[in-house]
């Protein structure tokens, strides 16, 4: 089983830039599709990104395209999400999640598509306008 530990949050001002960190415990972790989500107060949680396990293939939100980018290096068993252009509606606790019940995912990364079964604590972003 394969846990999870997400980090990099804090506080910006609007337009500024975060790079949130998604590192994972065991060997198999880069077997695994992982996913970021995120949960304002008072709204369900939302797909922001999702990268496959070998990290060739991404998918997003329409909401951050051209904003945020994921990305994984398997030697660090670590998923980043580089978030630039920050608005305040990007304010939520952020989490990362893995895909452990299909090794070597190769489908679709919409987020309908997989059963994301490992999650991370969670870390809070706060975007200050």
């Known amino acids: 089983q394969v846990q999870l530990v997400d980090s990099g949050g804090g506080r910006v001002q609007a337009g500024g830039s975060l790079r949130l960190s998604c590192t994972g415990s065991g060997r198999f972790f880069t077997r695994y599709a992982v996913g970021w989500f995120r949960q304002a107060p008072g709204k369900e949680r939302e797909f922001v990104a999702a990268?496959?396990?070998?990290?060739?293939?991404?998918a997003y939100a329409e909401s951050v395209k051209g904003r945020f980018t994921i990305s994984r290096d398997n030697v660090k068993n670590t998923v980043y999400l580089q978030m630039n252009s920050l608005n305040p509606e990007d304010t939520a606790v952020y989490y990362c999640?893995?895909?452990?019940?299909?090794?070597?995912?190769?489908?679709?990364?919409?987020?309908?598509?997989?059963?994301?079964?490992?999650w991370g604590q969670g870390t809070q972003v706060t975007v200050s306008s």
């Open positions: 999640a893995a895909n452990t019940v299909t090794p070597f995912y190769s489908g679709s990364l919409a987020p309908q598509s997989l059963i994301y079964d490992q």
């Open positions: 990268i496959g396990w070998s990290g060739s293939s991404t």
